[in-house]
């Protein structure tokens, strides 16, 4: 993913390399805005949340696997090892699979909530082994696994955090923040 210093060392490349420039283009920030626009799209069409909000047309639609053998007889989020698959539980109380691999297809809502549900997991695990210095190797796979699951989720919500930021810099989001922003009324002087 892009940072804001790789967008400045790539607009001081452009400055500094012998191209071609349109005299109407100011400094090449046309240019960058461009790949900025290609690099938001791409992401876009293989994000299905950002793909819908941007109204893309070219877009993988396709449902993530949420459904697994016996998803009763495991407890909750309870992570399989390969793939890695994490069983949650969505907001009807239905227990469902989320594979990693399909981590884009998931909004960001079920993301930060599988996040808050796992951190005190997390915890636990590492309270108890600090508690106990001899840990079981079933509690530090387990113990992996939910840092694996972890990291994949902090880095998708960063990858669209980072993306929001950079359409709404590029004014692509303008309807967006629009409708976010509540109108003040007007108080008349009476």
Request: hydrophobic fraction near 30%; include cysteine.
């Amino acid at each position: 993913m892009l940072k804001m210093d790789d967008i400045y060392q790539m607009y001081l490349a452009f400055q500094e390399l012998p191209v071609v420039r349109d005299r109407s283009t100011q400094d090449g920030f046309d240019a960058l805005k461009r790949f900025m626009i290609r690099q938001i799209k791409f992401f876009a069409s293989h994000d299905l949340q950002m793909a819908l909000e941007t109204n893309l047309p070219k877009t993988d639609l396709s449902r993530p696997k949420m459904y697994g053998p016996e998803l009763e007889d495991y407890p909750t989020y309870y992570i399989f090892d390969s793939p890695v698959t994490l069983i949650y539980l969505n907001h009807n109380g239905e227990k469902r699979m989320m594979f990693i691999d399909e981590l884009n297809k998931y909004c960001d809502g079920t993301r930060k909530t599988v996040k808050q549900k796992l951190q005190p997991i997390r915890k636990e695990f590492e309270e108890r082994q600090q508690k106990y210095a001899d840990a079981t190797d079933a509690e530090l796979t387990e113990s992996n696994r939910i840092d694996k699951v972890l990291k994949a989720i902090e880095k998708q919500l960063d990858r669209r955090r980072s993306l929001k930021n950079y359409e709404h810099a590029l004014n692509l989001r303008k309807h967006y923040y629009r409708a976010q922003k509540q109108e003040i009324p007007k108080q008349d002087d009476n």
